[in-house]
């Protein structure tokens, strides 16, 4: 479980594939080594990744084939930056929201607009998804924990100030970037409800 609060920009050092999945390497830029333990989840874009190997700032991931195929993470090459943040623990605050760093879908951007000191940037949600996403409600973008400024059809926009754009990859977005999206895990849980009980259950 995350917070979508990013704690470190990394840059990738190196990514092979291995028949239908891959091994990447991370520098973790300043995230804690001591919590790249074997074993341990860090979210690398949103995506929740199990540490395989580190050495000093350096992690190693394996990737599976679906992981490859539903995230942006197949699309990364070496010197691409990634934003990261370590499993939450019971002793630090929530700062975002309940992030599970499983990606319900990739989206694109495709507008940025400045305002004051912020910037407006506008999401195209894959089909399916934008019911899960409400005004005023939380969407994580590529780790990232947003509050949603507005929903039409397909689309979300979400303010990012400058904090954001600085601590984050999302000052080298442009329209026609590929991000991975968690919706707000509470909503799927109202749909299943919703649904009632399934019959023979």
């Known amino acids: 479980m995350f917070t979508g609060i990013v704690q470190s920009i990394g840059v990738v050092r190196q990514l092979s594939r291995n028949g239908g999945d891959a091994s990447l390497l991370i520098d973790v830029g300043r995230l804690p080594v001591d919590r790249l333990t074997h074993g341990a ?7 929740c990744l199990t540490v395989t190997a580190s050495e000093g700032a350096t992690a190693g991931f394996d990737v599976s084939a679906e992981t490859l195929a539903l995230t942006t993470l197949g699309g990364l090459a070496v010197g ?3 934003n990261l943040e370590p499993a939450l623990t019971l002793n630090e605050p ?4 309940l992030v599970t760093g499983h990606v319900d879908g990739v989206g694109e951007l495709v507008a940025v607009t400045p305002d004051a000191r912020s910037s407006r940037m506008s999401f195209r949600l894959p089909r399916g998804l934008a019911r899960y996403v409400a005004k005023k409600g939380s969407l994580c973008i590529d780790g990232v924990s947003l509050t949603v400024n507005e929903v039409a059809d397909d689309t979300a926009g979400v303010n990012i100030i400058p904090h954001t754009m600085q601590e984050t990859i999302m000052s080298g977005y442009r329209p026609g970037t590929r991000v991975n999206l968690e919706v707000d895990l509470v909503a799927r849980y109202i749909e299943r409800i919703m649904e009632g009980p399934r019959s023979g259950a």
């Open 80 to 82: 691409d930056r990634v």
């Open 94 to 97: 929530l700062g975002g929201h």
């Open 41 to 47: 989840s860090i979210a690398v874009n949103g995506a």
